[in-house]
Structure formats: structure tokens, C-alpha cells
């Protein structure tokens, strides 16, 4: 057989092989993984085994593991504060899988109404949903039915383990028995469960966290604050349960807390997944503990009688609006500057209050934490406002910014660069075997038979490589195409002074600070020494004219930020 009559004859054979058998694109998958810490102590989880089984179920069935999203120690019951499943849903809504897999459904949410928004996240761009052990599916309507029915009842069981678990738990209440958790001044001791399945602790007197217990509500009898008394007791060397400095708000925690008089305060809050702490009992459980008590009633009334009276007096009424807290950095510490006020008394008998912007760290935990490192309010907001005009106004600085956004942006491709590079290798091995087919068919190494079938699978292959290959080109070219131009930058600054001198609220003003600015540092002089602009897609909706309307030529789809020294 000539060489051509063979070409043409497997010309053929492909081309009727592409119309007869479709080819379906191999399937991304996403697992998502979860245990919190609770469940990893006591009900045997393991994340990495969840990952193992879950893998392995993606190798047996022939589908692309995309990623693995992992929350470790984390509980179910918030959404926001799982970082792996927020990634998770982000990725989704840029389609970047299209099976999302799961230990269990629960793993999800466990709530019905989050695991129904999260699932329908999913639907929304056409990303099938699959829990490993309960056989769910989103793929058919039939298992979508099922899929509902199923979560319903898994919540129903849930709650009810829920009310049979908090019902015994009022009931040791009542009986004056330890339902919490950890506290400072008491080591929890193991105690027979007698027949019941959960495990259940006493209290024990810790005689060193005991004593600082102690010294805190003797210097608060003494006449001292809140933050004194942090001052005091970190400088002293004394620390918390899990061996950090005190607070402000955990000396009061200590002030308020009942245990310390041998009493059992249970059912505090309600609602406490949804509500947090904005639902307060009105009638919690206040019973006589079997627990030794660490302080003596009297000086627990005291203590107590101090607290009503101060809880009395009205807060102190202050102007100004202070928009670059947070934002505002101790060169210290780094921890979020804060307002901090100073009353000086004038030569005539007058009094004059100063604001400052101090350290967070220090003002919530006192000076063995962190020094002031205060900075006048009055100042630092008149400087950095001069800064962001200048910035509206200087058209070498503007230059200056735009070139160093646009080299930062065209950073940003190395990444993908680098992946698009990779899959282009396999491309070029890809049809590198192809070739390698023909040749052995050609010198009669292998079978006609043999030849379709290596084809078949390479062509699939080259297939998978170009459906990966498409987005990151458009990825590339997007980024070589989208810059920011010197007039937007002039438009975004001149418009934030426009819209910060309008802002009514104090809300108002710190979300447009908030917007542009993302750090202020000081230095060691407690000088503004840098202030820390973004600019991003937010940023440009919100200050150009156009907003979202803008040219492509200024899209940002990530944030980029720019470090302007002063």
C-alpha cells in the first residue's frame, strides 16, 4: 500500500471516527475538604483521609483533578470565615471546574438553607455537585429531588441531636455542674460519664491562674480601670488561659464572670449561630456550682457594686470623625492605629482635649504590649489630604504612578506565562507522538488497529490541551492589552477629593478611604512616612465618570497597589 493511499484511507477512518463518536471533554474536578477541630477529636475525621478517598475516586472515573480546597479546624457553621470555600465559590463563578466532589454534604454547610445557596452557586454556572458517602448528585432532576429531600432530613436529625444535647446540658446546669469551656483560673478534670456518651468535666482550681484572678479584681476594688489593670497585670508577667497578654475586653469578661464565686451561669445567649451577641437572655441559669470558688462573696460584691456604678455614668460625647483609623499603621507593632483622646489644662484654668491616632495593640493591652507611638489626629490628616491633592494634581507624579501600575501589571503575567508555556510543551509532545504513530505504522511496527487506536487517544488529548489552552491566551492578551492611562488616575483622584468633601456621613467618608488607601505607614519619628494607594475595578467604578462603562483599556481585574513615599 503507497504511503498516500494509506494517508488517505486514515484521513478517513478519523474523520468518520470524530462524526461517530463524540468526543465529551474530560471533567475538572474540585474537592472540597473540611474538619473542624472538634470533629477531628472526637469523631475520628481526617482531612488528608477525605483527600485520599476523594482522589482516588477522580483517578477510578477518569476525571482532571483541578484543586483541592481544604478548611482545617474549621467549624461549618460560617460561611465567610472558611477561606477555602470562599476561594471555592470564586473559582466557580469563573467556571474554572465543573464537579464540585464532597467527603459529605455537610462539609458544604450545615445549615440546609447555605447548602442550598451554595449548591445553587454551582447550578448557576453549570457545575455539578457530588457528595462521596450519600450518593448525592445535582446532575439529573431526579437527584437534584433527592438531593433536597435528603438535606432536609440531615438538618431535621441535626436539630434534633441539637435540642436533646442542649436540653441535658440546661439540666447539669440546674444541678450546678460545668458546661463550658476553658477558663481562666480552673484546669477542666475529667469526670465519670455514668452511661452517658458525652464526655463531661469539672472545674479544678488552678492555684497560679488562680491568684490572677485574684490580683485583677483586687486592683479593680482598688479604684483601677480596665486598661490600668491590663497595664498592670502584663507588666507584672501574669497571661491569659492560652498564654497571651490581657485585654481590655478580657479583664472585663473576668470582672463580670460569675464562676469565680462558685456560681453556674448557663443559657447567656440565644441564637447564638445567627445572632451572635445581639440576642441576650433575659433569664439565663444562674445556679450555685459544685466548684470551689476563687474569690470571696465579699469581694465579688465589691467588685460587682464598682461595675453597676460605672455602667451608670453617661459616655463622654466627642466630635471629629477620625477616617484613618485602621488604615493608619504603628511602626511599631503594625497593629491598626485608633483614637486616643488627652485632656491638658491651660494656663487661664482651661481645658483643652487632643485627639491622636495611637496604637491599637497599646491601647487594648497597655505599654508592656506595645508603646503609644501617637501621632496628632489634627496633623496627620491635614498632611496626608495635602498628599492625595498633590497626587490630583502633579502631572509627574501621575506619570510616575501609571508606569509603576502598568510594570506591576505586566508582572502579573509571569504566572500564567509560565502555565501557558507548560501546556504548550505537552502540545508539542502530543502531536510529537502523533507523528511517532505514523512512522511505526509506516515501517510496520504496529497494526493498522493499533495505529487508530493511539490516534484516538492522542487526538483526545491534544483536544484537553487546547480547552485548557484557550482561557489563559485570552488571560494573556487581556493583560498585554489592558493598561491604565495617566487621565484615569488624574480623573480617580481628583473625584475622591470631590466625593470626600460631599460625604454626609462618617461612614461615608471612611468607605472612600477605605476604597483607595490601603495602608498608611509612620516611621520611627511618628511622621507619616508612606501612604499606600490601590486602584482596582471598585475603584474606577466608583470615581471615573463612566464607572463601569470605562474602556477596556482601563480594566483592572485584580487590585494593584502603589507605594507613594512622602
Known sequence: MSAMM?????????????????TTPIKRVAIYARVSTTEQAEEGYS???????????????????????????????????????????????????????????????????DLLKIVEVFDQNYISFRSYTENHETETS????????????????????????????????????????????????????????????????NEKEAKTVRRIFELYIAGNGYKAIANRVNKEGHLGKRGKPF?????????????????????????????RRGDI??????????????????????????????????????GGTFPFTGVMKCPKCGSGMVVMRTVNKLKDGTRKTLEYYACGAWKNQGTSVCPSNAIRADKAETYI??????????????KEVAERVNGKRSNHDEPLQHEHQALQKEMEQAKRKKDKAMELYEEDVITKVDLQQRLIKVNEQIEQLELRLQ?????????????????????????????????????????????IIKD??????REVDSIQIQFNNSVLDYLTEHGADRSLADDLSAPFYVLISV
Open 281 to 318: 437572655n433575659p433569664t439565663p441559669i444562674l445556679q450555685q456550682g459544685v466548684h470551689e470558688p476563687i474569690l470571696s462573696q465579699q469581694d465579688w460584691e465589691k467588685a460587682q457594686l464598682i461595675l453597676k456604678q460605672r455602667s451608670n455614668k453617661p459616655n463622654r460625647v466627642h
Open 385 to 398: 489630604f495635602e498628599r492625595l491633592q498633590a497626587l490630583a494634581t502633579n502631572k509627574q507624579l501621575i
Open 142 to 205: 431526579q437527584g437534584k429531588l433527592q438531593f433536597h429531600m435528603l438535606a432536609a432530613i440531615d438538618e431535621f436529625e441535626r436539630n434534633t441531636i441539637s435540642e436533646n444535647l442542649k436540653m441535658g446540658m440546661l439540666a447539669r446546669a440546674r444541678e450546678g455542674k460545668w458546661n463550658g469551656g476553658i477558663v481562666l483560673g480552673y484546669d477542666l478534670e475529667d469526670v465519670s460519664n455514668q452511661g452517658d456518651k458525652r464526655k463531661h468535666t469539672r472545674l479544678v482550681i
Open 471 to 515: 482561557p489563559i491566551k485570552l488571560q494573556l492578551h487581556s493583560l498585554k492589552v489592558h493598561t491604565i492611562n495617566e487621565a484615569t488616575i488624574q480623573e480617580v483622584m481628583a473625584n475622591f477629593q470631590k466625593a470626600f468633601k460631599k460625604a454626609m456621613t462618617q461612614e461615608q467618608q471612611k468607605h472612600l478611604i477605605t476604597l
Open 247 to 275: 485585654s481590655i475586653s478580657t479583664i472585663k469578661t473576668i470582672l463580670e464572670n460569675p464562676v469565680y464565686v462558685g456560681m453556674i451561669r448557663y443559657d447567656v445567649r440565644r441564637n447564638w449561630t445567627d445572632k
Open 6 to 22: 494509506m494517508q488517505q484511507e486514515l484521513n478517513q477512518f478519523l474523520n468518520n471516527k470524530k462524526h461517530s463518536i463524540p
Open 520 to 525: 498608611i505607614t509612620l516611621n520611627e519619628k
Open 47 to 113: 482531612i488528608d483521609e477525605q483527600q485520599r478517598l476523594l482522589t482516588e475516586w477522580c483517578d477510578k472515573n477518569g476525571y482532571i483533578l483541578h484543586e483541592v480546597y481544604a478548611d482545617r479546624g474549621i467549624s461549618g457553621k460560617s460561611i465567610k470565615k472558611r477561606p477555602a470555600l470562599v476561594k471555592l465559590l470564586e473559582d466557580a463563578e469563573n467556571k474554572k471546574f465543573d464537579v464540585v466532589l464532597v467527603w459529605k454534604a455537610n462539609r458544604l454547610a450545615r445549615n440546609i438553607l
